[in-house]
């Protein structure tokens, strides 16, 4: 069995905390990690604990001075006069007790998996606090304050002039991570998201390419809503291996939001878990295929916390740690019994889903993603 | 919104002397469709990239005279009679003028000197601006009736849900006495406020009924 594969992961992540009503909630990750244990997926030598990005680091993608006042206003309980203008404080991102740290430590977690397989310690490696896709350079947007997606591509950039190719299947659109390297050709940002006709933060369409010498270098597929798990794999199985063979990354960052799934509060792509089995398993092949492996995955979006977030990433882990868990596996009762008394939600019995009843229009949809897909690749690195 | 605070400022113009071939360059050069043509500061005339294409024979057939035809003076086939807006216009009057008149751009005139020029992509970036499609948003539509004091009673709902409004259209609505507000709104989480708006009555479109899942 290959054990070329870290995460990184401490509790202290959960430190990242709004306020108990907020959708965002980091519990997640104690769940995910009580979940691979119960599974005996993990073993102390595959974890990395995160390290503090510096500000050096922040500063590859963030404004000194975002930063400087995310620092001044996690000292304080009265929301600064500015923060409004930081995209702080409002209901989406309010501001919290040491925030500066917290979000650090995700970007820092974010960078130690990049280290790991740059430096060839690991061929892959996972840091489910990650993937805070909706951040700017100057501004906190979408639950996420610094951007540890942006910042691992310019570091990658940086200190490897690696050429990144940047999958990102979170539901929402990777805004954030797109519009930081729109005009790079060496970085190909990819986005599959249910379309921003409603759905925030209403960017990401087809024409959405890129720009100057990035031209083509940013691809985005706008699903349309109720796209369940055969459209959208159908379009992401096919659009993926083409960007690899033509775009010829150096290593592969996946941004692995799993809030695509029907439970999602948020969302209405209608997915199963078999996508989050699906998804990292191609990542995986093309990594090996065309990057000597070299690849590294972060977390993001995932509001339903019980019941779809430690499924998915476990799913994650099993594929990257070539650990395979059986379809019809069940969840280990330990885990049930841990957490159900917590949840108001009743867990589920199975690591998969049940088919969910068909939604009307389907073939209508499928063909819709089909036509989208075509139009998404029009100018960009296919092979 | 006023033209000036859209119209391009950094102008490209040239003089009737400027020749037909050096008009296309300029053209060409700074991927524009429109060239004012100026004299001692004053506008004298307009030429569209049709308007030069128009003036050369067809890239089918070659002919001596071609280069005859280049070096010719734009100012034999510019437009003299130009339409002409003012910088404290409203957006709105521009894009009626451009739409009326079938023209693709307005040169901006404050007394008889030209301080701007506004074109239809200038309109259309405006537009993006206005629904505010630029900004993480998400997208939240209402059908109301058509009476007085609908759009407050939602507003009233967006101001208790404690979310910002980006962007509001109003459409007329696909029934007979309906209207449709459209909002964008900066939060990436609207289920308190659909459930306020529900909660008071409202008739919400989302991607159930709005989109191609229906």
């Known amino acids: ?383 | 919104m006023r033209i000036e605070d859209i119209m391009r400022k950094n102008l490209v113009t040239a003089s009737p002397a400027t020749t037909i071939g050096e008009a296309l360059l300029l053209l060409r050069l700074n991927r524009i469709r429109h060239l004012p043509i100026l004299e001692n500061e004053q506008l004298v005339g307009l030429v569209s990239d049709r308007d030069l294409r128009d003036a050369l024979p067809s890239s089918l057939i070659t002919r001596d005279d071609d280069d005859a035809i280049l070096h010719k003076p734009v100012s034999e086939i510019m437009h003299t009679q130009v339409i002409t807006a003012h910088p404290l216009e409203f957006i709105e009057d521009a894009a009626v003028q451009i739409y009326e008149n079938k023209i693709g751009s307005l040169p901006v005139v404050e007394g008889t000197r030209l301080v701007g020029m506004i074109t239809e992509s200038d309109l259309f970036n405006s537009l993006i601006e206005l629904f505010g499609v630029n900004k993480p948003s998400s997208h939240i539509e209402v059908e109301v009736d058509d009476r007085a004091g609908m759009l407050a009673e939602v507003s009233q709902v967006f101001r208790d849900a404690k979310v910002n409004v980006c962007s509001v259209v109003v459409y007329p609505g696909k029934k007979i006495g309906t209207k449709s507000l459209v909002f964008r709104v900066q939060t990436m989480d609207p289920r308190n406020l659909l459930h306020l708006l529900h909660e008071r009555g409202f008739t919400v479109i989302g991607p159930t009924n709005g989109g191609v899942g229906s």
């Open chain 1, 1 to 383: 069995m290959s054990r070329q594969s870290r995460l990184i992961y401490s509790p202290e992540y959960t430190n990242y905390y709004f306020h108990d009503d907020h959708p965002f909630n980091q519990r997640r990750l104690l769940l995910t990690h009580d979940l691979l244990q119960a599974y005996q997926l993990l073993r102390d030598e595959d974890i990395l604990t995160p390290r503090l990005a510096t500000d050096e680091e922040l500063e590859l993608v963030h404004d000194p001075r975002y930063i400087q006042f995310v620092r001044e206003q996690g000292e304080t309980d009265e929301v600064l006069a500015l923060a409004v203008g930081y995209g702080l404080g409002t209901e989406d991102v309010p501001c919290f007790r040491h925030m500066h740290e917290a979000s650090s430590l995700i970007v820092g977690g974010t960078l130690q998996a990049v280290d790991a397989v740059m430096n060839g310690q690991a061929e892959h490696a996972f840091n489910p606090a990650g993937g805070l896709h909706h951040a700017f350079r100057g501004r906190a947007s979408g639950f996420c304050i610094y951007n540890d997606c942006s910042v691992a591509i310019a570091y990658l950039r940086k200190h490897w002039n690696a050429r990144v190719l940047y999958i990102d299947t979170d539901a929402h659109h990777g805004d954030g991570v797109q519009w930081a390297f729109y005009d790079d050709p060496n970085v190909l940002t990819v986005s599959l998201h249910e379309t921003g006709k409603y759905l925030f933060p209403g960017t990401g369409n087809t024409t959405e390419r890129g720009d100057g010498q990035g031209y083509g270098f940013s691809v985005n597929i706008p699903l349309d809503a109720y796209t369940e798990d055969d459209s959208f794999l159908e379009v992401y199985q096919k659009l993926i291996p083409k960007l690899v063979r033509g775009f010829q990354p150096d290593v592969i960052l996946t941004q692995n939001g799993c809030d695509a799934h029907a439970y999602d509060p948020l969302t209405h792509l209608s997915c199963s878990m078999k996508v989050y089995q699906q998804i990292p398993r191609l990542a995986h092949e093309m990594a090996h295929t065309y990057c000597s492996g070299r690849w590294i995955a972060v977390g993001g979006g995932g509001y339903d916390i019980w019941r779809v977030v430690p499924r998915a990433w476990t799913l994650l882990w099993s594929e990257m740690s070539d650990q395979p868990l059986a379809d019809d596996i069940e969840i280990p009762a330990s885990w049930q019994e841990q957490w159900q008394p917590r949840s108001e939600l009743i867990l589920p019995s199975r690591l998969f889903d049940d088919p969910f009843p068909a939604i009307p229009r389907r073939a209508e949809i499928t063909e819709k993603n089909r036509v989208t897909l075509e139009r998404a690749i029009l100018h960009a690195p296919i092979g």
